[in-house]
Nanobody
Framework: QVQLVETGGRLVQAGGSLRLACAAS????????MGWFRQAPGKEREFVAAISWSGKSTDYADSVKGRFTISRDNTKNTSYLQMNSLKPEDTAVYYC??????????????????WGQGTQVTVSS
């Protein structure tokens, strides 16, 4: 069983940047595909980005391509989501997730078997 803890969410102005971090414990981190999802008020949770267990492959939602970058440091058991050129529509609770099945890309909520508690990102206009 893997435990995930997200940090880094806060209030930021439009056009600004944030870096979210997801610390993992309880399972070999280098065997996990890591994903980031977000959920805005009144909306369903949606896929944002994913990175393969080795870090060699990444995948992004069209809405964040060119602005967000997912990365990982397997020596620190941590995944990151660098968010640049933030927009008010990026406001949401951001969740990290882990999948242990060595599949990629992994974009569906039901394919992930561990989730963090979420971190709030608010982008003001």
């Amino acid at each position: 069983q893997v435990q995930l803890v997200e940090t880094g969410g806060r209030l930021v102005q439009a056009g600004g940047s944030l870096r979210l971090a997801c610390a993992a414990s309880g399972r070999t981190f280098s065997s996990l595909t890591m994903g980031w999802f977000r959920q805005a008020p009144g909306k369903e949770r949606e896929f944002v980005a994913a990175i393969s267990w080795s870090g060699k492959s990444t995948d992004y939602a069209d809405s964040v391509k060119g602005r967000f970058t997912i990365s990982r440091d397997n020596t620190k058991n941590t995944s990151y989501l660098q968010m640049n050129s933030l927009k008010p529509e990026d406001t949401a609770v951001y969740y990290c997730a882990a999948d242990h099945r060595f599949h990629f890309p992994v974009v569906l909520i039901e394919e992930y078997d561990a989730w963090g508690q979420g971190t709030q990102v608010t982008v003001s206009s």
